[in-house]
C-alpha cells in the first residue's frame, strides 16, 4: 500500500541504504559551515531595493509593532519613498563584484574555507543571507547536496541582537521544520569578547596608524538599536561595551583615545545614545581636529559603513570645523580575521572531528 507523507516535509534524495537490514556507518560527510549575514540588494535600484526592504522591514524580529499596523506603514509610507531615495546612495558604493555587503561577505566566507582546508579539516563553508540572496535555504541545500550532515551556523555579528542573531538562528530552525531527515545543528551566539577578534581589530588600527599616524580620538561606531529592546533584555548594548573594553585595553597607552557611538536610527523611537553624527559634530564645534572612525560591529563594509560613515559623517565633521576624518574598514577579507573564525568554528567541533572527544 502506498503510503502518503505530509508534503511540508521537504523530499530527501533517494537513499539506497534506507531499507537495508545491516548498513554500514553512514558518513556524516565533510564538516558544514553556514555563515549568515544580513543581505542587500541585488542591484543598486528602486525596484530591487523595495523587494530587499519589503522583507527586511517585514521581519517581526525588527519591527517589533503589530503587524497589522506595520504593513500599512511600511507599504503606504516607506516602500514608497525610501527605495529611491536608497538607490543613488547605494549606486555610489555597488562594486564590479554587486554590493560590498555581498562582495566583502563571499571573500570571508572564502577565507574561513581556505583556512579550515588548511588546518586539516574537511570542511564545506557556505554563505546565506537573511534577506535575499544567496538565501539561506538553497545555502543549506548547498551543504545538504555536498554531504554534510553536521552543520555549524555562524552568524556574522560578533555582538548578539535579536534582530540580527535570532533572527538568523529563527531562519535555519524554519528551515530545518521543513526537513525530513535534518542535518544536527550548532549555532555560534557570539563573539564579541573573542580574543582573535579583539587582536584584528588592533592590528587593524595599528596597521593603519603606523601609514598615517595616530588621531586625537577613535570612535568605534556600532548599529543602533531601539533602546527599549535593551531594557528589555537584549544584551547588544553590553557586548557592544565589552568589545570597547576589551579594545581599550589591547591597545594600552593608546586605550584612552576609544570613544563609542551608535549609528543608523531607524524610526522615531529613541535608540541607543549617543549616535554617532551628532557626536562628531559635537567633538568638531568642540575643536577636536583629527578622528578615526571605526566600526567594529561590522565585520563586512556596506552601505551603512561606506555610505553613512564613510561619507556623511565625514561631511557632517569637516562641516562643523574638523579637518581630519579617516574611516577604517572594516575586517572585509583580512587572512588574520578569517582564521580567528576557523578557529572560533574548530571550539565547535568537539566530538565531530575523527579522534576528538565530545566535551559536550
Ligand atoms: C551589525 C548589526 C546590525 C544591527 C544590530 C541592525 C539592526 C537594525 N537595522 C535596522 C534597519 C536597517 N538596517 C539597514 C541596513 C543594514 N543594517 C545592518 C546591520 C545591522 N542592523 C547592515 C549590515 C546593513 C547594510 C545592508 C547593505 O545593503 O549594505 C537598513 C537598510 C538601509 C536603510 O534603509 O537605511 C535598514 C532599514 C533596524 C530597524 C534594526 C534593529 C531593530
Ligand atoms: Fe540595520
Ligand atoms: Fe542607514
Not at 541545500?141 to 540580527?164: E, F, K
Not at 560613515?309 to 570645523?321: K, N, S, T
Amino acid at each position: 500500500m502506498a503510503i502518503s507523507l505530509p508534503s511540508r516535509y521537504l523530499p530527501e534524495p533517494a537513499d539506497p541504504q534506507a531499507f537495508s537490514t545491516n548498513p554500514p556507518p553512514r558518513d556524516p560527510g565533510p564538516i558544514g559551515v553556514l555563515m549568515i549575514n544580513l543581505g542587500t540588494p541585488d542591484q543598486p535600484t528602486a525596484p530591487a531595493i523595495r523587494k530587499y526592504l519589503a522583507e527586511f522591514l517585514s521581519d517581526p524580529r525588527v519591527i517589533e509593532i503589530p503587524q497589522w499596523i506595520w504593513q500599512v506603514i511600511l507599504h503606504a509610507f516607506i516602500l514608497t519613498r525610501r527605495p529611491r531615495a536608497l538607490a543613488p546612495r547605494y549606486e555610489e558604493i555597488w562594486l564590479e563584484g554587486g554590493s560590498p555587503l555581498l562582495v566583502w561577505s563571499q571573500a570571508q566566507s572564502q577565507g574561513v574555507q581556505e583556512a579550515l582546508t588548511s588546518q586539516g579539516i574537511e570542511a564545506r563553508v557556505e554563505l546565506g543571507m537573511r534577506y535575499g540572496n544567496p538565501s539561506i535555504a538553497d545555502a543549506l541545500a548547498r551543504l545538504r547536496a555536498a554531504g554534510c550532515d553536521r552543520i555549524v551556523v555562524l552568524p556574522m555579528y560578533p555582538q548578539y541582537a535579536a534582530s540580527t542573531t535570532a533572527t538568523a538562528v529563527d531562519s535555519v530552525t524554519a528551515c530545518a521544520a521543513r526537513m525530513r531527515n535534518q542535518p544536527e545543528l550548532r549555532f555560534i551566539k557570539r563573539y564579541h569578547d573573542l580574543p582573535g577578534y579583539i587582536d584584528a581589530l588592533a592590528t587593524h588600527l595599528l596597521r593603519h596608524w603606523e601609514d598615517q599616524g595616530k588621531p586625537e580620538r577613535v570612535l568605534l561606531s556600532f548599529h543602533g538599536l531601539p533602546r527599549r529592546t535593551v531594557e528589555q533584555g537584549d544584551p547588544y548594548y553590553r557586548d557592544c561595551m565589552e568589545t570597547a573594553a576589551l579594545l581599550r585595553t589591547r591597545l594600552g597607552q593608546d586605550g584612552h583615545l576609544i570613544h563609542v557611538s551608535f549609528q543608523s536610527r531607524f524610526g522615531a523611537e529613541k535608540w541607543l545614545e549617543p549616535y554617532t553624527e551628532p557626536t562628531l559634530r559635537d567633538w568638531a564645534r568642540q575643536g577636536v581636529r583629527a578622528v578615526d572612525v571605526l566600526c567594529p560591529g561590522f565585520v563586512a563594509d556596506c552601505l551603512e559603513t561606506l555610505e553613512e560613515i564613510q561619507m556623511q559623517c565625514r561631511d557632517a565633521f569637516l562641516e562643523e570645523g574638523g579637518i581630519q576624518f579617516r574611516y577604517v574598514p572594516c575586517l572585509n577579507d583580512d587572512p588574520q580575521w578569517a582564521l580567528s573564525l576557523a578557529d572560533l568554528v574548530q571550539t565547535h567541533l568537539a566530538g565531530w572531528l575523527p579522534g576528538s572527544k565530545s566535551k559536550l
